[in-house]
Each structure stands twice: as structure tokens, then as C-alpha cells.
């Protein structure tokens, strides 16, 4: 699986948009990027995950670059619930390679400041 | 949908003991069950795949007869940790995926060990 790259920390005021970005300038043509986020003491929660379009769920906007060398994930109007450490994780379908485990990084934590 | 649960949320137990826990998948079967440990201010670890039916397959550095693993059915998997001692004291995670969620984990919500 590629690895990612991600800011160890980013702040962002209530009530903003939260930009959280990822490089994975070595990801090949079929791997998808995922994004978890994990609420201290909580386990990881999914939050979206995409191919090469530009996806967008009721929790956030998942926007990847055409290159697909990186991706930033999009929490439009941010709470002080979304105070999470985020994980940016690459990897094949399990359909494609058989195994199906998630190798979680050091993510970014990102505080909501009031 | 797609809820995991896991039991008990936390445990405190003195070293030399057994501590098993349970992860389950509420609503729907889960084909595939993985077992993660996370250390303070560290990220997770995988520890263990199972499959149903099956025996886990294990991470390298990871006892397999101090790690018990048992995916019995579709929506149940326990690990066992035994002769516990205070370095196995940590968050355990478990994660599941089902035949029918298109390749996503979703995970419990941890149970904390104290192993005193």
C-alpha cells in the first residue's frame, strides 16, 4: 500500500471549513484513498474514501487531485465534535488483493477552536 | 447500519489473569473481523485477521498463544488475552467488514485494559 503523508496538527475555528490535506504522490492507479478519524478514546470511525472523483457524503468532501498525488478531505462547517485525530490511508480493494487490512499512520489532529 | 460493538468498554484485571473480549457486529455479518492495539499517543497497531470459520492470521511480533482469537460466527469475535501482564495494558479495537459493505472496516469502540 502507498504511504501517506499528513500535517501533524491543524487548528481550525468553529463554524469553518476544516481542510485536511494528504500526499500519496506514490499511490498507484488502483488504489482508493481513505479517510477515518478517531475521537480521543473512541475507535476510528469511517468518514469517506474515493478512486480518482471528487466524492461527497453527509460528513465531508473527499477532493482528489487529478494527478491523484493528493487529496483533501473537506468538513464544510466545523463543530467542536469534529475535534478528532484524522487518518489518510491508501490502499487496494480487498477484491484485488485479498487481504483487507487498514494500516493507520500517525494523522493529523485537528482541534476546533470556539 | 454498519455498527460494531465491543464488551466490556474497559477492564481492569491483576497480571497473571485472562481477560476476554467480546466484538460484535450488530446489523450485519461480518465476514472478516480484524484485532487492533493502540498504545497512549500512538497510532493503531494491527495485531489479527480472522476470518469466520477460520484461524487468524497474525501480524509479525504478535503471540498467536497470548493473543487467543475466535471468529465463530458471522457476527462474533472474541480475543483472549492471557496471563495478562502490565505491558498488555492498552486500547484493543476491532474492526469488521461484511460481505455486503463494499470493502469498507468499521470499527468498535475499543475496550481499555489495565493489567495492574
Known amino acids: 500500500d502507498a504511504k501517506t503523508t499528513q500535517p501533524p496538527s491543524m487548528d481550525c475555528a468553529e463554524g469553518r471549513a476544516a481542510n485536511l490535506p494528504c500526499n500519496h504522490s506514490t499511490i498507484s492507479g488502483n488504489e482508493y484513498v481513505y479517510w477515518y478519524r478517531q475521537i480521543h478514546s473512541q475507535g476510528p470511525q469511517y468518514i469517506i474514501h474515493g478512486l480518482k472523483n471528487n466524492e461527497t457524503n453527509e460528513m465531508a468532501s473527499l477532493i482528489i487531485t487529478e494527478d491523484r498525488k493528493s487529496s483533501t478531505l473537506i468538513l464544510p462547517h466545523a463543530t467542536l465534535r469534529d475535534t478528532a485525530v484524522y487518518y489518510c490511508?491508501?490502499?487496494?480493494?480487498?477484491?484485488?488483493?485479498?487481504?483487507?487490512?487498514?494500516?493507520f499512520g500517525t494523522g493529523t489532529r485537528l482541534t476546533v477552536i470556539p | 447500519g454498519a455498527v460494531v460493538s465491543q464488551h466490556p468498554s474497559w477492564v481492569i484485571c491483576k497480571s497473571g489473569t485472562s481477560v476476554k473480549i467480546e466484538c460484535r457486529s450488530l446489523d450485519f455479518q461480518a465476514t472478516t473481523m480484524f484485532w487492533y492495539r493502540q498504545f497512549p499517543k500512538q497510532s493503531l497497531m494491527l495485531m489479527a485477521t480472522s476470518n469466520e470459520g477460520s484461524k487468524a492470521t497474525y501480524e509479525q511480533g504478535v503471540e498467536k498463544d497470548k493473543f487467543l482469537i475466535n471468529h465463530a460466527s458471522l457476527t462474533l469475535s472474541t480475543l483472549t488475552v492471557t496471563s495478562a501482564h502490565p505491558e498488555d495494558s492498552s486500547f484493543y479495537i476491532c474492526s469488521a467488514r461484511g460481505r455486503r459493505l463494499w470493502d469498507t472496516q468499521y470499527f468498535g469502540p475499543g475496550t481499555r485494559l489495565t493489567v495492574l
Open positions: 490511508i491508501v490502499r487496494l480493494l480487498a477484491s484485488q488483493t485479498g487481504a483487507n487490512n487498514l494500516f
